[in-house]
């Protein structure tokens, strides 16, 4: 074969693969800029973000952003709760307590051993769609808007997933859903009974 044909063919496969990637490329940014968009219209990071105390008041630590509730930061017993306020949140925004138990923020950022490192696309819509952990898992407790989420179409769940994916990831070990006081022996002040 001609060694000038040979180059034009090694040349035409390199631009090709170098547009093909670049195409990729463009299209892995325009969807992970679609899940941020749809991260702020859910109200991802208001949950799933920490907030500080800062110069002018709590404001969200986007330095832990997406990493959930800070596994060290232990909270005292929930408050009461009754007919007329039946939930609370903690002053972190990543704690929540009511009729279904203690929930915590999860870790949504890409560290594969405390957040979605390891998930799969497939098994996070799986979760979505199914209200369970991984999509096979323990349910997924309030106030996680699962049901308004998992009804999106598998497009902007995909952009949602590539977004999360694509953020910095930040090792968090959030702790485990507590069930309701009445299926863990204690009573509504937190204590355990008798």
């Excluded at 404001?59 to 007329?84: C, I, N, Q, T, Y």
Aim: positive net charge.
């Amino acid at each position: 074969m001609n060694p000038n044909l040979n180059a034009l063919v090694a040349a035409a496969f390199v631009c090709g693969l170098a547009h093909s990637t670049a195409q990729a490329g463009e299209a892995n940014t325009g969807l992970v800029k679609r899940g941020a968009q749809l991260a702020a219209y859910g109200g991802c990071i208001d949950c799933h973000t920490p907030f500080k105390l800062g110069p002018n008041g709590p404001e969200k630590d986007m330095a832990r952003g997406l990493s959930g509730h800070p596994a060290e930061l232990v909270l005292p017993p929930p408050p009461k709760v009754d007919g007329a306020w039946n939930w609370s949140g903690s002053a972190s925004n990543t704690a929540f307590f009511g009729p279904w138990g203690t929930s915590y923020a999860s870790n949504l950022t890409p560290d594969r051993e405390t957040g979605i490192g390891t998930w799969s696309e497939k098994e996070f819509i799986r979760a979505m769609r199914t209200g369970t952990h991984l999509g096979a898992g323990r349910p997924i407790m309030p106030p996680m808007p699962w049901r308004s989420v998992g009804s999106l179409p598998d497009k902007e769940l995909r952009a949602l997933f590539a977004y999360l994916k694509a953020q910095a990831p930040v090792k968090n070990k959030v702790p485990d859903y507590l069930p309701p006081a009445s299926t863990t022996g204690q009573s509504a002040n937190g204590k355990t009974a008798g």
